[in-house]
């Protein structure tokens, strides 16, 4: 349900339509949102040792989105873990392919000074007005050189307009 611009109201009538479109159909598009979410315990988790950014999961973790013209939330969370010491993970999101954070660090990072030491990273953004249309959300990583940087089982990444 699209959200619609509520009436100015003057000295007219109003009507079953008018409330049903200006408070009802604007409370039930407040209340349910746009979105999509991939949330699980039992991931087969991934890896990367890339040093330039790429999709984490381009066939799981890649979100649909159908917007009314507002901003997307983003919610990212993973457990992450290397496989050497002082290995370094950036993180990113790609909006219909391209991404949105800075071209060298992406919006975020976690780093891990021993070899499978575990830490959950959170992302959370909200990006600037959309137009109303059609978006595909996708996080992004790298490492930051010589090892493997993995996820754990336990993933959540939502996203909504708001």
């Known amino acids: 349900m699209a959200w619609t611009t509520p009436k100015n109201w003057s ?7 008018d409330l ?25 988790g991934a890896n990367t040792t890339s040093s330039t950014f790429v999709n984490i999961d381009a066939t799981n973790l890649s979100l649909d989105i159908t917007t009314t013209g ?12 290397a496989t050497a ?8 999101i790609s909006i219909n392919g391209s991404r949105i ?11 891990c000074a021993t070899a499978g030491e575990r830490f959950t990273y959170n992302l ?20 930051n050189s010589g090892g493997t940087i993995n996820l754990g089982a ?9």
Not at 20 to 43: E, V
Not at 102 to 107: A, K, P, R
Not at 131 to 142: D, E, H, I, Q, R
């Open 20 to 44: 049903n479109t200006h408070i009802r159909d604007n409370l039930n598009a407040l209340k349910t949102p746009p979105q999509d979410i991939y949330s699980t315990g039992a991931y087969a």
């Open 124 to 143: 959370f953004i909200v990006t600037g007005a959309q137009a109303a249309g059609s978006y595909n959300v996708k996080p992004m990583w790298l490492v």
């Open 101 to 111: 954070g800075d071209t060298s660090y992406g919006l975020g990072n976690v780093y």
């Open 154 to 162: 336990n993933v959540l990444f939502h996203i909504w307009e708001s």
């Open 85 to 92: 010491t002082a290995q370094r993970a950036y993180f990113d």
């Open 70 to 81: 507002g901003r997307i939330a983003i919610l990212l969370q993973v457990l992450v873990y």
């Open 11 to 17: 000295a007219t009538l109003v009507t079953v339509a």
